[in-house]
């Protein structure tokens, strides 16, 4: 058990961390498959890590219902670290939150358990953080769509069936989901506008 | 030789200081006082902070002093500066049937309890200048009565007999809608109606009541009651475990009674409308609880015709700051578009000249 | 009654965390409209609150912003929200278009090319293309939904049985990424074609209207038009007096009141670094520099 003195601590300068920690996700979701680094460095509850915990605290708050996955949800720790320093409301219904964070990649929600948003307000819809084990390293994956110039190629390791599964978001356009993968600092994120190249790669 | 205009940063600095010499005039004329503003301009004051959803006095009268008497200005300014408060939560509702009254009458009953209480009202007064206000005065001493103890509704009385609709029940777990939180969608739930007509401008809620009257969505009401008074201010503190008194908030309330809606299987009653503001604002409260009414056209199943009834024509237009805005900003530069406009108006002209000017030849596009 | 500890780049976190979201939606799903609870800003509606909300929200101590009006950063407005941002973030500022991290505007999209490292920031007055064909919020937002946008070319065809011509000479409404038709704001419509595989991110903020909306670096922007009315540019056919340049849009500046006039690059920074460079117009003369930016 953790209590609020021992609980890992927020940002150091909650308005420049954020600030910064923002436009390093704008970067990466303005420009898919692309890695970008996280600065600020917050106490992190197990198992979050440092990339997922700034993200959280820079966008969560009570108005952003968060699902945890089994991973996530392991131990109290993480929803007992949201509440306090986010205000977030921790919700066991996945089609209702602003956020869901994932833990375990493999372990993955069927993605229309989640908030696909309507056809008038795709906006409404949820954003799955992901924790993986590297985003450097692993299987090639050949994206293209808006904000990236000609093809990208994103290296990580993500369950192979991730861009099977996400095939739903070419489908429901303009409802989807949209992912941000999140490997210790590095970030990167894969819109619902961003599709596999067709040959594949 | 052309030379680029260029200086706008000192230009907009010596505006800035005719502006405030302007705004204290003669130098020689003593500067006037928030608390004079407060005291004298009282009602001023109230349509400040009503329409700019700030009770706090002082500052409505800071604002009116700033904006020069311009009573938009002053809303815009207290709302700019509301928007960077923070907050701690609602209040709970405040409850109009307890008011310490200081005016309330009613149209629909020769007496009611608690009795017809005139109060401060221009409503008798002629509308004569009265020259003596020009210099400086002490008005008598007003006249002093015993407060009655209980002052109940007037719909609340006829309430009791079933002969008007209750009010909505509320859910209490549900959120309170706040338009400033959250953006507006369409169709909007009456609590986002009032709030967004508690902040609208007076005019436009006074000109869209009074089309209801000529038949633009008629809605056949009563001046139920109309209430003045000072009412108490409580908050719900979770760590305490009970509200928590904050003081109390000077405010009038308008319920319009209107005509009938029932059907086969539902008894025909009275329908409401519903007006409330800060201070003493009452030709605010009456029109607005006449477009309250007409807004709830939907819900009691009219047909919707009149602008009045129409939530996203008078949603989208009732709030004087951003019509101000809106229409002011059509000062600003945009001879970048005109410019376009221009080119495309040559060009046509040209070739309308053309086409005339060939009158053999068939207007070819 | 003190009103002056006011928050990095003004806005309170809370409201910077709204603005963030919808600003990650805005940006993965090109062109749409998403509602933002836009905040009563110190400036009036209509004057730029929704850019300055977006850039508030984004900007940081690092950045280098530009505000332009008109293309002209010396414009009376421009000079305000730039001063707005000088002394609530304290963030450099400058004039020039290459050196600019965040640029808002004001109806132009600038000359220079921009770059990756740039976000543009747009005011927006309308945020809706199809508002002026239909007022309902509610009947725009079911056209949106279903990308039913036959109304938009009905009134396009209309001009051209009319006039002969789309008689849309700014705010030419584009289609992103072949599903949104989207109002660029109210540039002239010779900058439509900067906004097509843009290596900069494109933010619109329209505050009164409280929409926020997007188009990621290289998204394709195609102006709508038909195929035997093909969308085409319009600049009037004359090098600018100042710089010579014959690529860029003009100001028409009134001389006399006898029917005089001359032609001038609306873009100061653009015409300034070409005159800088020693291009020269039929009535150059380096116009005189303020002798700060604040």
């Known amino acids: ?201 | ?365 | 009654m003190n009103a002056t500890a006011y928050n990095f780049a003004y806005l309170d976190e809370q409201t910077k965390r709204m603005i963030r979201r919808a600003i990650l939606k805005a940006i993965a799903i090109p062109g749409y409209q998403v509602p933002f609870a836009s905040r009563e800003m110190p400036m009036p509606y209509g004057w730029g609150t929704g850019g300055v909300q977006v850039t508030a929200a984004i900007l940081g101590p690092g950045d280098v912003l530009k505000v332009i009006d008109q293309g002209s950063d010396d414009t009376t407005n421009a000079i305000s929200i730039r001063k707005f941002f000088a002394r609530t973030a304290g963030v450099a500022t400058t004039t020039s278009t290459g050196e600019a991290t965040v640029i808002q505007t004001r109806h132009r999209i600038p000359e220079a090319p921009l770059h990756s490292g740039q976000v543009l920031v747009y005011q927006v007055p309308i945020p809706e293309p199809l508002r002026f064909l239909e007022p309902r919020e509610t009947e725009t937002r079911r056209m949106h939904a279903l990308g039913e946008y036959g109304l938009m070319h009905v009134k396009l065809y209309e001009d051209i049985a009319r006039f002969g011509h789309i008689a849309t000479s700014y705010a030419y409404p584009v289609k992103v990424n072949a599903r949104y038709v989207m109002d660029p704001s109210p540039t002239p419509k010779f900058d439509n074609p900067k906004m097509d595989d843009c290596p900069a991110l494109q933010l619109f903020g329209a505050g009164r209207e409280k929409r926020i909306y997007a188009i990621p670096p290289h998204t394709r922007v195609v102006s709508l038009d038909f195929e035997d009315h093909p969308f085409t540019r319009y600049r009037f056919d004359a090098p600018c007096a100042l710089c010579g340049a014959d690529d860029s849009y003009l100001d028409e500046i009134v001389t006399d009141d006898r029917g005089s006039r001359m032609f001038v690059c609306s873009d100061t920074d653009y015409c300034e670094g070409r005159q800088a460079a020693g291009h020269r117009g039929t009535e150059s003369a380096a116009p005189h520099k303020e002798s700060a930016h604040g």
């Not at chain 1, 308005?15 to 970067?27: E, H, P």
């Not at chain 1, 219902?65 to 921790?90: E, R």
């Not at chain 2, 509704?153 to 859910?171: K, Q």
């Not at chain 2, 309330?253 to 009653?269: I, L, R």
């Open chain 1, 1 to 201: 058990m953790v209590t609020v003195a021992e609980m890992p601590a927020g940002f150091a300068d909650k308005v420049l961390s954020a600030q910064s920690t923002f436009r390093s996700v704008m970067d990466a979701m303005a420009r898919p498959g692309s890695v970008q680094r996280i600065h600020a460095v917050p106490g992190t509850p197990a198992p979050m890590m440092r990339g997922t915990a700034a993200i959280a605290l820079t966008l969560f708050d009570h108005d952003t219902p968060v699902w945890l996955d089994k991973a996530m949800s392991a131990t109290a720790d993480v929803g007992k670290w949201l509440k306090f320093h986010t205000s977030a409301p921790v919700i066991a219904d996945s089609a209702a939150s602003a956020f869901a964070l994932v833990g375990n990649p493999h372990d993955i929600p069927p993605l229309d358990r989640l908030a696909l948003g309507s056809n008038e307000y795709p906006d409404r819809s949820t954003t799955l953080i992901m924790q993986v084990d590297s985003l450097h390293a692993g299987p090639a994956w050949e994206l293209i769509g808006p904000g990236i110039d000609g093809a990208a190629v994103l290296q990580a390791t993500v369950p192979a069936n991730l861009f099977d599964r996400l095939a739903i978001n070419a489908v429901l356009f303009p409802r989807g989901i949209d992912v941000v993968l999140v490997h210790d600092d590095a970030v990167v994120a894969i819109p619902r506008t961003t599709r596999l190249a067709a040959h594949g790669a």
């Open chain 2, 1 to 365: 030789m052309y030379v680029a205009v260029k200086g706008g940063e000192r230009a907009i600095e010596n505006a800035h200081r005719l502006l405030a010499h302007e705004r204290r005039g003669d130098r020689d004329v003593p500067e006037i006082s928030l608390s004079q503003i407060s005291e004298q301009l009282s009602l001023g004051v109230d349509r400040v902070m009503t329409e700019g959803s700030l009770y706090d006095r002082e500052l409505a009268a800071l604002a009116i002093k700033q904006a020069r008497g311009d009573l938009i200005e002053a809303i815009f300014l207290v709302r700019a500066f509301r928007a960077t408060l923070p907050r701690f939560g609602a209040t709970e509702p405040v409850d109009t049937g307890a008011m310490q009254v200081r005016r309330r009458i009613s149209s629909t009953f020769k007496d009611i309890p608690g009795g017809q209480v005139l109060g401060p009202t221009f409503d008798y007064t002629h509308r004569l200048l009265d020259p003596q206000l020009a210099g400086a005065g002490s008005p008598e001493a007003p006249a002093t009565a015993e407060p009655l103890a209980s002052m109940p509704r007037v719909t609340d009385i006829l309430g009791r007999d079933g002969l008007i609709e209750p009010s909505p029940e509320t859910d209490a777990d549900a959120p309170v809608g706040d338009l400033t939180r959250e953006p507006l969608s369409f169709p909007a739930d009456r609590d986002l109606r009032l709030q967004n007509l508690a902040r609208a401008d007076e005019g436009f809620l006074l000109a869209l009541g009074y089309s209801t009257q000529r038949g633009y969505g008629r809605s056949h009401p009563f001046a139920g009651e109309i209430r003045f008074g000072d009412v108490e201010v409580e908050f719900y503190a979770e760590d305490a475990g009970f509200a928590v008194p904050l003081g109390a908030m000077a405010m009038s309330e308008c319920q319009m009674v209107n005509q009938f809606k029932g059907s086969a299987t539902e008894a025909p009653c009275f329908t409401r409308g519903y007006g409330l503001a800060f201070g003493q604002s009452e030709r605010k409260t009456m029109s607005m609880a006449l477009v309250d009414r007409s807004l709830r056209a939907r819900e009691l199943e009219e047909e919707i015709k009149a602008p009045a009834q129409d939530e996203e024509f008078v949603m989208s237009h009732s709030d004087n700051v951003q019509a101000t805005g809106f229409v002011e900003h059509l000062k600003l530069p945009h001879y970048v578009d005109f410019q376009s406009e221009l080119g495309l108006l040559r060009k046509l002209r040209a070739e309308f000249f053309e086409a005339a000017s060939e009158p053999l030849k068939e207007a070819a596009e």
